[in-house]
Protein backbone atom coordinates (compact mmCIF):
# COMPACT_ATOMS: atom_id res chain seq x y z
CA UNK A 1 0.00 0.00 0.00
CA UNK A 2 1.61 3.21 -0.97
CA UNK A 3 1.84 5.76 1.98
CA UNK A 4 1.58 9.64 0.80
CA UNK A 5 4.79 11.45 1.49
CA UNK A 6 3.08 15.29 0.69
CA UNK A 7 0.21 16.75 -0.94
CA UNK A 8 1.17 19.26 -3.10
CA UNK A 9 -1.19 22.49 -4.95
CA UNK A 10 -0.28 23.18 -8.18
CA UNK A 11 -0.73 25.75 -10.19
CA UNK A 12 -4.25 24.47 -11.04
CA UNK A 13 -6.49 25.49 -8.00
CA UNK A 14 -8.76 22.60 -8.45
CA UNK A 15 -5.50 19.80 -8.61
CA UNK A 16 -3.47 18.65 -6.20
CA UNK A 17 -0.31 16.36 -6.43
CA UNK A 18 -0.13 13.46 -4.34
CA UNK A 19 3.62 12.60 -3.83
CA UNK A 20 3.96 9.03 -3.02
CA UNK A 21 7.05 6.96 -1.40
CA UNK A 22 6.51 4.26 -3.93
CA UNK A 23 5.71 3.65 -7.50
CA UNK A 24 1.94 2.92 -8.91
CA UNK A 25 2.93 3.08 -11.95
CA UNK A 26 5.68 2.50 -14.66
CA UNK A 27 3.25 5.08 -17.47
CA UNK A 28 1.48 7.89 -17.61
CA UNK A 29 -2.19 6.89 -17.09
CA UNK A 30 -4.91 9.39 -17.85
CA UNK A 31 -8.71 9.34 -17.02
CA UNK A 32 -11.15 12.28 -18.13
CA UNK A 33 -14.22 10.66 -17.01
CA UNK A 34 -15.41 7.73 -14.34
CA UNK A 35 -16.29 5.35 -17.67
CA UNK A 36 -12.87 5.89 -19.03
CA UNK A 37 -11.65 5.20 -15.66
CA UNK A 38 -14.00 1.95 -15.12
CA UNK A 39 -10.87 -1.00 -15.77
CA UNK A 40 -8.66 1.06 -13.45
CA UNK A 41 -8.79 0.32 -9.72
CA UNK A 42 -7.33 3.15 -8.91
CA UNK A 43 -9.13 5.47 -11.13
CA UNK A 44 -12.34 3.94 -10.37
CA UNK A 45 -12.26 4.52 -6.58
CA UNK A 46 -10.86 8.09 -6.77
CA UNK A 47 -14.05 8.98 -9.45
CA UNK A 48 -16.56 6.79 -6.98
CA UNK A 49 -15.96 9.95 -4.20
CA UNK A 50 -17.58 11.90 -6.23
CA UNK A 51 -16.54 15.83 -7.39
CA UNK A 52 -13.87 14.06 -9.04
CA UNK A 53 -13.08 15.27 -12.76
CA UNK A 54 -9.89 13.72 -13.82
CA UNK A 55 -7.37 11.76 -12.18
CA UNK A 56 -3.80 11.32 -13.53
CA UNK A 57 -1.07 9.38 -12.04
CA UNK A 58 2.42 8.03 -13.00
CA UNK A 59 5.23 6.68 -11.21
CA UNK A 60 5.34 8.18 -7.44
CA UNK A 61 2.45 10.85 -8.10
CA UNK A 62 -1.30 10.78 -8.35
CA UNK A 63 -2.44 14.13 -9.30
CA UNK A 64 -6.33 14.67 -8.84
CA UNK A 65 -8.57 17.59 -10.72
CA UNK A 66 -11.84 18.45 -8.41
CA UNK A 67 -14.81 20.36 -10.05
CA UNK A 68 -15.92 23.91 -8.43
CA UNK A 69 -18.29 22.48 -6.02
CA UNK A 70 -15.91 20.84 -3.88
CA UNK A 71 -13.69 21.77 -1.03
CA UNK A 72 -10.19 20.72 -0.83
CA UNK A 73 -10.74 20.42 2.80
CA UNK A 74 -13.66 17.87 2.87
CA UNK A 75 -12.11 15.93 -0.17
CA UNK A 76 -8.66 15.34 0.69
CA UNK A 77 -9.12 13.04 3.45
CA UNK A 78 -11.64 11.24 0.64
CA UNK A 79 -8.97 10.45 -1.61
CA UNK A 80 -6.83 9.51 0.53
CA UNK A 81 -8.22 6.35 1.09
CA UNK A 82 -7.65 4.90 -1.90
CA UNK A 83 -4.39 6.03 -2.77
CA UNK A 84 -3.57 4.45 0.36
CA UNK A 85 -4.98 1.12 -0.25
CA UNK A 86 -4.13 1.20 -3.99
CA UNK A 87 -1.76 -1.53 -4.73
CA UNK A 88 1.95 -0.68 -5.54
CA UNK A 89 3.98 -0.87 -9.11
CA UNK A 90 4.54 -4.85 -9.68
CA UNK A 91 1.59 -5.71 -7.71
CA UNK A 92 -0.74 -4.64 -9.95
CA UNK A 93 -3.37 -6.73 -12.22
CA UNK A 94 -3.58 -3.77 -14.91
CA UNK A 95 -1.90 -3.67 -18.14
CA UNK A 96 -0.19 -0.84 -18.97
CA UNK A 97 -1.17 1.26 -21.25
CA UNK A 98 -0.18 1.50 -24.89
CA UNK A 99 1.45 4.28 -26.74
CA UNK A 100 -0.51 6.28 -28.89
CA UNK A 101 -0.42 5.02 -32.25
CA UNK A 102 -0.41 7.85 -34.76
CA UNK A 103 2.75 9.28 -32.90
CA UNK A 104 4.20 6.16 -32.52
CA UNK A 105 4.27 5.17 -36.04
CA UNK A 106 5.07 8.81 -37.52
CA UNK A 107 8.54 8.37 -39.07
CA UNK A 108 8.94 12.27 -38.89
CA UNK A 109 12.78 12.77 -38.47
CA UNK A 110 11.72 16.12 -36.09
CA UNK A 111 9.35 13.44 -34.02
CA UNK A 112 12.40 11.98 -32.11
CA UNK A 113 13.77 15.63 -31.86
CA UNK A 114 10.50 16.77 -30.40
CA UNK A 115 10.50 13.95 -27.66
CA UNK A 116 13.75 14.62 -26.35
CA UNK A 117 13.40 18.19 -25.57
CA UNK A 118 9.77 17.50 -24.27
CA UNK A 119 11.99 14.52 -21.88
CA UNK A 120 15.07 16.83 -20.79
CA UNK A 121 13.53 19.76 -20.35
CA UNK A 122 9.46 20.19 -20.60
CA UNK A 123 8.05 17.42 -19.21
CA UNK A 124 9.73 17.10 -16.06
CA UNK A 125 8.66 20.57 -14.92
CA UNK A 126 5.18 19.57 -15.87
CA UNK A 127 5.79 16.86 -13.64
CA UNK A 128 6.37 19.18 -10.72
CA UNK A 129 3.25 20.72 -11.13
CA UNK A 130 1.28 17.27 -11.51
CA UNK A 131 0.83 17.13 -15.12
CA UNK A 132 2.49 15.57 -17.52
CA UNK A 133 2.32 16.33 -21.79
CA UNK A 134 1.50 13.45 -24.38
CA UNK A 135 2.77 14.27 -27.93
CA UNK A 136 -0.97 12.96 -30.14
CA UNK A 137 0.73 13.87 -33.69
CA UNK A 138 2.73 15.79 -36.39
CA UNK A 139 0.94 16.34 -39.08
CA UNK A 140 3.33 18.35 -41.35
CA UNK A 141 4.10 21.56 -39.10
CA UNK A 142 1.51 21.04 -36.94
CA UNK A 143 2.37 19.00 -33.48
CA UNK A 144 -0.82 18.00 -31.73
CA UNK A 145 -0.03 17.99 -28.30
CA UNK A 146 -2.35 16.56 -25.16
CA UNK A 147 -2.07 18.08 -21.60
CA UNK A 148 -2.61 15.13 -18.54
CA UNK A 149 -2.76 16.11 -14.80
CA UNK A 150 -3.32 19.15 -13.22
CA UNK A 151 -1.95 20.87 -16.71
CA UNK A 152 -5.52 19.50 -18.74
CA UNK A 153 -7.41 22.55 -17.65
CA UNK A 154 -5.00 25.06 -16.09
CA UNK A 155 -5.50 28.31 -17.89
CA UNK A 156 -1.55 28.63 -18.21
CA UNK A 157 -0.64 25.52 -19.62
CA UNK A 158 -3.22 26.41 -22.88
CA UNK A 159 -1.52 29.93 -22.49
CA UNK A 160 1.93 30.61 -21.33
CA UNK A 161 3.04 26.85 -21.40
CA UNK A 162 1.65 26.40 -24.94
CA UNK A 163 3.49 29.21 -26.22
CA UNK A 164 7.18 28.63 -24.47
CA UNK A 165 6.82 24.84 -25.76
CA UNK A 166 6.29 26.39 -29.49
CA UNK A 167 9.02 29.16 -29.18
CA UNK A 168 11.72 26.15 -28.16
CA UNK A 169 10.67 23.82 -30.55
CA UNK A 170 10.83 26.46 -33.02
CA UNK A 171 14.04 27.23 -32.31
CA UNK A 172 15.59 24.23 -32.05
CA UNK A 173 13.77 21.93 -34.40
CA UNK A 174 11.34 23.87 -37.34
CA UNK A 175 10.66 27.20 -37.41
CA UNK A 176 7.63 26.60 -38.82
CA UNK A 177 6.09 24.39 -36.33
CA UNK A 178 2.56 25.15 -34.92
CA UNK A 179 1.75 23.59 -31.36
CA UNK A 180 -1.51 23.23 -30.86
CA UNK A 181 -3.25 21.70 -27.77
CA UNK A 182 -6.55 18.84 -27.38
Not at 25 to 48: H, I, M, T, W, Y
Not at 52 to 76: G, P
Not at 105 to 125: G, S, V, Y
Amino acid sequence: MPKIADIQETPNPNAVKFVLREPVSNAPRSFQSAEEAAGDPLAKRLFDIGHVVSVFYMDRMITVEKDDEAEWDELLPKLAEPIRAAAPLGEQSVPAPKPSTEAATNDDPRLEQINKILDERIRPALVGDGGWLEVVGLDGNTLTVHYQGACGSCPASVTGTLMAIEGILQREVDPDLEVIAI
